[in-house]
């Protein structure tokens, strides 16, 4: 089993910049790829960026150039850089990570944003 933990949320305005971690334990050498995902209300859980074991990325069309994600694999820590930040990132953010070959997946419990002036 893995257990991720995220931090780093808060209320920001409009412009600003929030940084989340994502810590993993637990049996993290199954650790494959790594990715946060952001649901708003009333809407579906998305993909925000994603990052494989490798440091190969991905980036939702919505936050390319503004996020950058990241992984220290010495520290077990997943990061979301976040700059330019805007009303409609307001969401909750959640640390996914997936096994090597695929066959599970674990969740955060997530952590809150608001972009609001």
């Known amino acids: 089993q893995v257990q991720l933990v995220e931090s780093g949320g808060g209320l920001v305005q409009p412009g600003g910049s929030l940084r989340l971690s994502c810590a993993a334990s637990?049996?993290?050498?199954?650790?494959?790829?790594m990715g946060w995902y952001r649901q708003a209300p009333g809407k579906q859980r998305e993909l925000v960026a994603e990052?494989?074991?490798?440091?190969?990325?991905n980036y939702a069309d919505s936050v390319k150039g503004r996020f950058t994600i990241s992984r220290d694999n010495a520290k077990n820590t997943l990061y979301l850089r976040m700059n330019s930040l805007k009303p409609e990132d307001t969401a909750v953010y959640y640390c996914?990570?997936?096994?090597?070959?695929?066959?599970?997946?674990?969740w955060g419990q997530g952590t809150q944003v608001t972009v609001s002036s």
């Open positions: 990052i494989s074991s490798g440091g190969m990325t």
């Open positions: 637990g049996s993290i050498f199954n650790i494959g790829a």
């Open positions: 996914h990570a997936e096994r090597w070959d695929s066959i599970a997946v674990w």
